[in-house]
């Protein structure tokens, strides 16, 4: 048995295309996935494939986003948190030497 033509990334991402932005058309995705077969000359399940396998994409990088997102925000806090205990360091630093060298402050 052949194997079935191959397409390239393009077509894929194209075809992904119109089958999202056809949903909203049709009463099922069973009908919408099937017209935009038809229209690209595709068998259905091919496009509900490739439909799958980018949703699938999308989610692995949607959650790996996230990931690295609250990986930041975890970073940015410790920050934060570290620079407020120097500041109040410095704050106190700064009123204890001008009291020092200032006595008509007291």
């Known amino acids: 048995m052949a194997k079935g033509t191959r397409h390239t990334p393009e077509f894929k991402a194209k075809a992904v295309r119109l089958l999202t932005e ?14 935009a077969a038809r229209d690209l000359g595709v068998a259905p399940e091919t496009l509900r494939r490739r439909r799958d396998k980018t949703d699938a994409t999308v989610a692995a990088e949607t959650k790996q ?42």
Do not use: C, H, W
């Open 22 to 35: 056809s949903r909203g058309s049709y009463s099922s995705e069973t009908k919408a996935i099937e017209q």
């Open 65 to 106: 986003s996230a990931e690295d997102a609250m990986a930041e925000l975890r970073s940015l806090r410790a920050e934060v948190a570290r620079l407020r205990r120097a500041n109040e360091i410095l704050t106190t630093a700064s009123a204890f030497f001008a009291a020092r060298l200032d006595p008509t402050r007291r």
